[in-house]
């Protein structure tokens, strides 16, 4: 917009605004107010800027100094009081939107933030928002963890509807005092959890999609609840799987963790979501009742997820997830919830400060971790390494972890894909196989079952066959199972086995067609 074109859009708007001001008298001297005067005095009360994808914000200077998008009810209700207390007189609603256009049109002409939710990153600090009453921030350096008050926050924070409040941490607690809560099955189970948990406070990198998985009554819903209630506090705490892409992402706009409660499948499009989620995605959709406007979200969500059966199968999905295996709760410690919800709220604050201690360990050592290799979620990696002097665990039980991790990720994604099982069932019979898309397809079909070629799951089409051999290329590859493509004449596939005959007879079953879809 040229400043020719600004001038004369601001001069319109004071005109409305005057039009809609200029009868409003106050009660002290029965003088008119001038409109310019009323926006100067409202434009002090606020810190205008906008974010990067162009949403304008304003900071209420008050005791709280709340950031809020210029369209929330707050800023609108904000606006309404100032310029009663200017006038001693209720305004209307048309002033009110008009001098609200201006402070807009201030907030894109000025300076442009980053507006965090919940948890930020900036100079090697991270910021957290309690959201308490008294607006106190968290403030962890390399240094240690501090309380600030808000006014001496340098990055804004937006608080939603849906945005509880954080304890004041105890710094005298530890990690370790959040292992009574969770009966998780094995070792390895800890130390992932307490990995995703120290990376979830990072707001910088991906953070792996925590799936919690078990029987009936080994407390799934309860431990999504409290994870939550940990890293980021709302109202509720875990909700159903969205129905659609527009309601994911408006959650994720309100929301710094998704948990979702009681899954017991995951259809493709949502399993898609969720991997831009877990690894950064933007999202644009129009804002309603609007013709242009647009609604945007750019960022990295944790995401949490409970069910019986694992639901999740995309190749991409699993991934970017850490497997939870829930164990049962013996009798004796089985608690009612209102009593167990005591004992948690007693210890939430010092597992904080234990957590707030170790991100400040991973600071410090950050820049100094430099891996030989790194797993899919790199990022995870580095900062559990950087902290790993203030975790209760080494960092070869990490790796060890992340190694069974990734085993279950293969075994679960194989046998969730009938031709790969396929694949596994016919190498182990043949070790080597070479031919067209087509002729695999057939030959493929002797090594399953009826009931599974009738289901979507199995190509219908040599073309479906070779994307789906593509996707599931690096899991095969962890059984031993290489997978070539080449073209000579014809399209070829080469499927062989990379593993010593010895070892594929000593490892390898006779191949047994699968019966879990019958």
């Given amino acids: 917009m040229s400043d020719e074109t600004s001038n004369c859009s601001n001069y319109l ?105 919940r948890y930020a990153y900036e100079e090697n600090i991270i910021y957290v928002d309690t959201a308490d009453e008294n607006g106190n921030i968290i403030k962890i350096t390399a240094g240690g963890p501090t309380v600030i008050p808000k006014q001496e926050c340098p990055v804004p924070f937006y608080k939603t509807k849906r945005t509880r409040s954080l304890p004041m941490p105890d710094f005298e607690g530890s990690i370790e005092e959040i292992l009574p809560f969770f009966h998780l099955e094995n070792q390895h189970n800890i130390v992932l959890f307490l990995s995703c948990m120290l ?155 234990g957590f707030y201690k170790a991100v400040s360990v991973a600071l410090r050592n950050i820049e100094y971790v430099n891996l030989d290799s790194y797993n899919r979620m790199a990022d995870f990696e580095q900062w559990v390494v950087a902290a790993i002097d203030a975790l209760p665990f080494t960092q070869e039980q990490y790796h060890q972890a992340c190694a069974a991790n990734r085993e279950h990720i293969n075994d679960e994604a194989i046998d969730a894909d009938p031709v790969a099982s396929a694949v596994v069932a016919m190498i182990a019979q043949c070790h080597q196989w070479t031919g067209t898309a087509s002729q695999l397809l057939y030959q493929l079909s002797l090594f399953t079952t009826e009931a599974i070629k009738r289901t979507h799951l199995w190509p219908a089409q040599p073309n479906k066959l070779t994307e789906n051999l593509r996707r599931m290329t690096v899991f095969l590859a962890e059984r031993c199972i290489k997978i070539e493509f080449y073209k000579s004449g014809d399209r070829y596939i080469k499927i062989y086995s990379t593993a010593p005959p010895t070892l594929i007879s000593q490892s390898t079953p006779a191949p047994v067609l699968p019966t879990y879809y019958e």
């Fill in 199 to 353: 990376k979830a406070m990072i707001p910088i990198g991906a953070t792996p999609l925590v799936s919690i998985n078990g029987p009936q009554n080994t407390g799934k819903t309860i431990k999504s609840r409290l994870t939550k209630d940990l890293i980021d506090p709302t109202s509720p705490l875990t909700t159903g799987t969205p129905n659609s892409e527009r309601q994911l992402f408006i959650s994720a706009i309100n929301s710094y963790c998704l948990a979702y409660d009681n899954l017991s499948s995951l259809n493709r499009t949502l399993s898609d979501l969720y991997c831009t989620l877990v690894t950064g995605a933007g999202y644009c959709t129009r804002k309603l009742h609007t013709d242009t406007d647009e609604i945007i979200f750019d960022g990295k969500r944790f995401l949490i997820m409970n069910g019986i059966p694992n639901f999740l199968w995309s190749p991409d999905i699993c991934q970017r997830s850490v497997f939870l295996e829930t164990a049962p709760i013996p009798a004796e410690e089985r608690l009612p919830e209102n009593i167990l919800l005591h004992k948690w709220e007693k210890a939430k604050p010092r597992i904080l400060g």
């Fill in 13 to 117: 708007l004071r005109g409305n605004a005057y039009a809609a001001s200029e009868k409003m008298m106050t009660k002290k001297n029965n003088t008119q107010l001038d409109p310019d005067t009323i926006y100067e005095t409202l434009k002090s009360k606020y810190d205008l800027f906008s974010d990067p994808s162009g949403m304008p914000f304003a900071t209420i200077k008050d005791k709280n100094n709340e950031t809020v998008p210029t369209l929330d009810i707050k800023f609108i209700r904000s606006v309404t009081r100032n310029i009663h207390n200017q006038t001693n007189r209720p305004p209307l609603s048309n002033l009110v939107k008009s001098y609200i256009t201006l402070l807009e049109d201030d907030a894109l002409n000025g300076p442009i933030k980053k507006v965090w939710l």
